[in-house]
């Protein structure tokens, strides 16, 4: 198989109408040099629309899932729960998100990618819009909903990525990718403030979750009509090269030979790790520490004074801006001078985090405004990875591995970073409280969240091992020449290939 006919092995039911076609004649006349189709038998315009949609659904994803976080403080009233049994609202969600992650990156890898999305998100629209009317005597079935909402999540996250990957390449690639994560911080703030400002317009935190189902609804239908499927691999293949499907274990084992990949991923592990903690504990630290202060009233009847979500949501929105934007033009400026100049933006901005994090925390009982200012700082850092880390995937990974790479990616960050740190600060809070006052709900947890300032300069030291390698692994799959490896079966059992991904990872 060509390298410019990579998807002649999807089966007729999965295929797209339009993938593989030629250039579209306007009526009788020529194809018009601006409709033109590069070899990604998808036209420019086509293009920019497809990563519009994509960049919608992403916010829309953010969004959903912190809107909780947003109510938390009348989610842990309404339902009489504390701090270790609230993380598990995140906890769930991650973990099925997580082990779902290889299935839609086998998926993604071998069908048609918009059909595998458009299924995902109508799911996540009506379980999220079926978790609005639960009773507070069924914490248990909130949680079950909140674990289903990342069946969803886990058909689009791993694949979005790759689509925008088969579109462009090089520069054009990393704009685009840096538009697609803007969405991330953006959605993510988005899901503070429409929460708490809608519970405080109802007076109830369930309406909070009423908005994002029929958000879901439309983007099922932009993603019918307007994205259209790229060819894999296509615009970026040279002529004299192979780009055949290999065994799932086959992929599997050279993403694990791949150091570059196996580093940013433990690296981008700890960025997952912090902002999983910050994004559900921080709007409640924050309230807490008005109340040890004096500032705020203790939260004694519903609706809770949300302020604080709307405040940090509107810091997450304006610092994720500009921690992808900085970090994107960071990189492209040091990459005159260096070929290493992704990871090392990775690892400057985690290690400029840490410390900004740490005297938020530190100062909170001190000064709510050095607490905006540190915080503020702190994400900005941050932020600097998202996009960048993305596109170092995309380059030392093939393209007919992105999806299991991807795959991977999500499964192990989210393993041994956001499905993990939210419980464990609540835990750790937990642990530390001597009592139930006051002062050592705000203590307990302001002592639970400085770990993530330690954890966030193991990951800059990640970043830096990757800078090691990266240039090598870039040249190697840039020039890949298949040899000796066999071709995938379309009979090959899609479940063997998943318990064995989820086995090996275990061990």
Known sequence: MSGTDVSSDTTPFFSDDNEGEGPTCNGVGSPQPEEEESASGVSD??????????????LLNY????????????????????????GLLQTVFICSYMFLAPLFGYLGDRYNRKLIMCVGIFFWSVVTLASSFIGKDHFWALLLTRGLVGVGEASYSTIAPTI??????????????????????????????????????????????????????LAVILLLFVVQEPKRGAIEAHPEHTLHRTSWLADIKALCRNPSFVLSTFGFTTVAFVTGSLALWAPAFLFRAGVFTGEKQPCLKAPCDNSDSLIFGIITVVTGILGVAS????????????????????????????PFLYLSIVFAQASTAATYVFIFLGETFL?????????????????????TAEA??????????DAISPYLIGVVSDSIKKSDSYMWEFRSLQMSLLLCSFVAVGGGAFFLATAIFIEKDR??????????????????????????FLYLYAY
């Not at 405080?200 to 309406?207: E, K, L």
């Not at 932020?383 to 999806?403: E, F, K």
Request: net charge positive.
């Open 408 to 417: 991977f990616q999500i499964v192990l960050s989210h393993l041994l970073g």
């Open 63 to 86: 969004m959903d899932r912190f809107t909780v976080a947003g109510v938390l403080p009348d989610i842990e009233l309404f339902f009489r729960i504390g701090d270790g049994t609230s």
């Open 164 to 217: 925008i990957a088969d579109l462009f390449i090089k520069e054009k690639r990393t704009n685009m990718l840096s538009i697609f994560y803007f969405a991330i911080p953006v959605g993510s703030g988005l899901g503070y403030i429409v929460g708490s400002k809608v519970d405080d317009v109802a007076g109830d935190w369930h309406w909070a979750l009423r908005v994002t189902p029929g958000l879901g609804l």
């Open 475 to 500: 040249h190697l799959a840039e020039n890949y020449m298949p040899s000796g490896e066999r071709r995938h079966s379309r009979k090959s059992s899609l479940f063997d290939c998943y318990f064995s």
């Open 327 to 354: 970090g994107v033009q960071a990189s492209k400026k040091l990459r005159i001078k260096t070929p290493r100049a992704d990871p090392l933006v990775c690892a400057a901005g985690l290690l400029l985090a840490a």
């Open 383 to 403: 932020s600097m990875n998202w996009a960048i880390v993305a596109d170092i995937l995309l380059y030392v990974v093939i393209p007919t591995r992105r999806s």
């Open 45 to 58: 315009k086509r293009a920019k629309l497809t990563v519009a949609v994509l960049c919608y659904i992403n």
